[in-house]
């Protein structure tokens, strides 16, 4: 009798990851990519992997009569069921990836003669909507959940119990504030548990605080000055992180600063801002914002040095000018927004012709002395989306190489690791599965 662990929509490994920080080594992972399988064997050698669409593959070929599917992961394509898809119109194909979760257990059950004993969901919270659509692809508001509605049915009448919570992953120690739904289903009668919050934003009634995204960062690398790159930032870009100097910096009572004293870091944020000036972006302090499968986020960070260094020649004259002329273009000769009692203010110098540009927080002055901005690393977001340092995403399992946009790709679309054994350490703890 074996007793076997499957992941069905594998991805890079998030969900396998997860379960094995609990304790359940994966047996089988399923994905229809090659690349993503190739990343899994990398980091789960021991599973069977199979690269088949999970609406094709049958699991008879693979499990014996006798085996015993503990534990089963699914987390379907989301991206038809996301509200980021805004008004767009749905594809058909995969918002109803989920009956391939009910057709896998049914092979399972007729070839082992059990289901498994527990299944685990994660999928955005939106699949709670899940509807018919119209002839243009669009979702019928008054036909709403009609979908979710008939898959829960026909899983409870396969034989599970079932519960879901909508779980935030930052208040289980996850530098990330993804919001995902998550389901579990039981068919061994035992109880399903859902893990107690460890974390919260503020860290009151004897939680910690939620981790901030700083602790990922390599601030060692502070990017390129914005002035003297090969290739110019795009307009959008500079005006993103002039918008987060305003917002993050000048106008924040307590803005993040290296322990140095020598650099105001802080993150702009690559999506459509919803009105002009808007700062898309964030703060070093919070988790990170959910990650997708595109790298949107840069680090943006003001070089200072206090005012009488910066006076005393510590800095570079022509950077400082072109630190002046940024910050005046965007925000004008004032250089910062007028308050009646301002957090913080940027103003202009000319000493003996020279344009320079001094921060002023508090009782303290800095010199600004550079602007530098770089886009997150794939390892950077790999450890904000939970993931331990040994996970491996920069190769396959041959050694290929994976180009960085593909890594971003793999961790975007993962399961955060810490919710997965979560969920599973919570269940384990209620019996009936071996780790």
């Given at each position: 009798?074996r007793h076997?662990?499957?992941?069905?929509?594998?991805?890079?490994?998030g969900?396998?990851?997860?379960?094995?920080m609990?304790g359940?080594?994966?047996?089988i992972?399923?994905?229809?990519?090659?690349?993503?399988?190739?990343?899994h064997?990398?980091?789960?050698?021991g599973a069977?992997h199979l690269?088949e669409?999970v609406f094709?593959v049958?699991l008879s070929?693979?499990?014996?009569?006798?085996?015993?599917?503990?534990?089963?992961w699914?987390?379907?394509?989301?991206?038809s069921?996301?509200?980021?898809?805004?008004g767009q119109?749905?594809?058909?194909?995969l918002?109803?990836?989920?009956?391939?979760?009910?057709?896998?257990?049914?092979?399972?059950?007729?070839t082992?003669?059990?289901?498994?004993?527990?299944?685990f969901?994660e999928?955005?919270?939106?699949?709670?909507d899940?509807?018919?659509?119209?002839?243009?692809?669009?979702?019928i508001?008054e036909?709403?959940?009609e979908d979710y509605?008939?898959f829960?049915?026909a899983m409870?009448?396969l034989?599970f119990?079932?519960?879901c919570q909508?779980?935030?992953?930052a208040d289980?120690?996850?530098?990330t504030t993804?919001?995902?739904?998550y389901?579990v289903?039981?068919s061994?009668?035992?109880?399903?548990?859902?893990?107690?919050?460890?974390?919260?934003?503020?860290?009151?009634?004897?939680m910690?605080?939620?981790?901030?995204?700083?602790?990922?960062?390599?601030?060692a690398?502070?990017?390129?000055?914005?002035?003297?790159?090969?290739?110019?930032l795009?307009?959008a870009t500079?005006?993103?992180i002039?918008?987060?100097?305003?917002?993050?910096?000048?106008?924040?009572?307590?803005?993040?600063?290296?322990?140095?004293?020598?650099?105001?870091?802080?993150?702009v944020?690559?999506?459509?801002?919803?009105k002009?000036?808007?700062?898309?972006?964030q703060?070093?302090?919070?988790?990170?914002?959910?990650?997708d499968?595109?790298?949107r986020?840069g680090?943006?960070?003001?070089v200072?040095?206090r005012?009488q260094?910066a006076?005393a020649?510590?800095?570079?004259?022509?950077?400082?000018?072109?630190v002046a002329?940024?910050?005046?273009?965007?925000?004008?000769t004032?250089c910062?927004?007028?308050?009646?009692?301002?957090l913080?203010?940027?103003?202009?110098?000319d000493?003996?012709?020279?344009?320079?540009?001094?921060?002023?927080k508090?009782?303290?002055?800095?010199?600004i002395?550079d602007?530098?901005?770089?886009m997150?690393?794939?390892?950077?977001?790999?450890?904000?989306q939970?993931f331990?340092?040994?996970?491996?995403?920069?190769?396959?399992?041959?050694?290929?190489?994976y180009?960085k946009?593909?890594?971003?790709a793999?961790?975007?679309?993962?399961?955060?690791?810490?919710?997965a054994?979560?969920?599973?350490?919570a269940?384990?703890?209620?019996?009936g599965?071996t780790a």
């Open positions: 009798m076997i662990a499957i992941d069905a929509f594998a991805g890079g490994g969900a396998s990851e997860g379960l094995r609990a359940i080594d994966v047996g992972a399923i994905n229809h990519d090659p690349e993503a399988i190739r990343m064997a990398a980091n789960h050698p069977l690269t669409d094709k049958n070929e693979y499990l014996r009569p006798d085996d015993v599917v503990d534990v089963m699914a987390s379907p394509d989301c991206t069921h996301s509200k980021a898809k805004g119109p749905r594809e058909r194909g918002r109803v990836l989920p009956w391939a979760v009910y057709r896998l257990c049914k092979q399972i059950r007729d082992t003669g059990s289901l498994p004993k527990v299944l969901m999928n955005v919270e939106e699949i709670q899940w509807g018919p659509l119209d002839k243009n692809g669009h979702r508001p036909r709403r959940g509605r008939k829960v049915s409870r009448g034989g119990s079932f519960e909508t779980l935030v992953a289980y120690g996850a530098p993804r919001r995902r739904w389901a289903f039981r061994d009668g035992k109880p399903i548990k859902f893990p107690t919050a460890t974390y919260s934003k503020v860290g009151s009634f004897g910690k605080r939620w981790r901030p995204v700083a602790d990922c960062i390599d601030f690398d502070l990017g390129e000055s914005i002035f003297r790159r090969k290739k110019p795009a307009e500079l005006k993103r002039a918008n987060g100097i305003r917002k993050y910096i000048v106008e924040n009572p307590n803005p993040f600063i290296l322990p140095d004293g020598k650099a105001f870091p802080f993150l944020q690559y999506h459509s801002e919803t002009e000036g808007d700062a898309r972006g703060v070093l302090t919070e988790p990170l914002k959910t990650i499968t595109s790298n986020y680090l943006a960070t003001v200072v040095e005012e260094a006076s020649g510590k800095c570079d004259a022509a950077t400082k000018e072109a002329a940024f910050l005046v273009k965007y925000y004008g004032g910062g927004q007028v308050m009646d009692e301002p913080g203010t940027i103003t202009t110098k000493r003996f012709g020279m344009v320079s540009c001094v921060l002023k508090g009782l303290e002055a800095y010199g002395c602007i530098r901005f770089r997150l690393k794939p390892e950077e977001l790999k450890r904000a939970g331990p340092d040994t996970y491996i995403i920069d190769r396959d399992a041959d050694g290929n190489r180009p946009s593909e890594q971003v793999k961790i975007g679309n993962s399961v955060v690791p810490l919710m054994e979560a969920i599973a350490r269940n384990l703890e209620s019996g599965l």
